[in-house]
């Protein structure tokens, strides 16, 4: 089961945090269809938030079709996102050790973040420019 941990000083709203995390760990293969999400009630007993925040971030998951509330059963998770590299995949085992040079060089957790972020953005940018390429050829050559 997901553990949700909310900071209050990151400037995301509370039910956006329940969200996000919810979301990756349903990329990370944490959580799986039919899983039960936690009860609002343990959420606000394990995080001193507003029940209202945890429903109105469980209504957001199940308007995305992530989960369904089952009246007097709790929520559950109906499908996964991505296609999600276990926990303890080689990939996560690589970057892991990444993040453990990356800290011993000297950069801290944005620095790390923001260097990640845009390497990613210069693969994917790349990688969605040369499908359009790719396409525009192809339609060339129709």
Do not use: C
């Amino acid at each position: 089961m997901v553990e949700y941990r909310i900071d209050r000083r990151s400037g995301v709203s509370t039910y956006l945090q329940i969200v996000q995390q919810t979301k990756h760990a349903l990329r990370l293969g944490l959580l799986r269809p039919g899983d039960q999400l936690p009860t609002a009630r343990a959420v606000v007993e394990a995080t001193a938030i507003n029940p209202n925040t945890v429903l109105k971030a469980y209504r957001e998951l199940e308007r995305e079709g992530l989960v369904e509330g089952r009246r007097g059963m709790g929520t559950f998770v109906t499908r996964t996102l991505g296609a999600a590299q276990p926990a303890d995949s080689p990939l996560r085992d690589e970057l892991r050790e990444w993040g453990k040079r990356a800290r011993a060089s000297g950069m801290d957790r944005e620095d790390a973040t923001a260097l990640i972020t845009s390497v990613l953005d210069d693969i994917y940018r790349t990688a969605g420019e040369n499908e359009q390429h790719r396409n525009a050829s192809e339609g060339e050559q129709a």
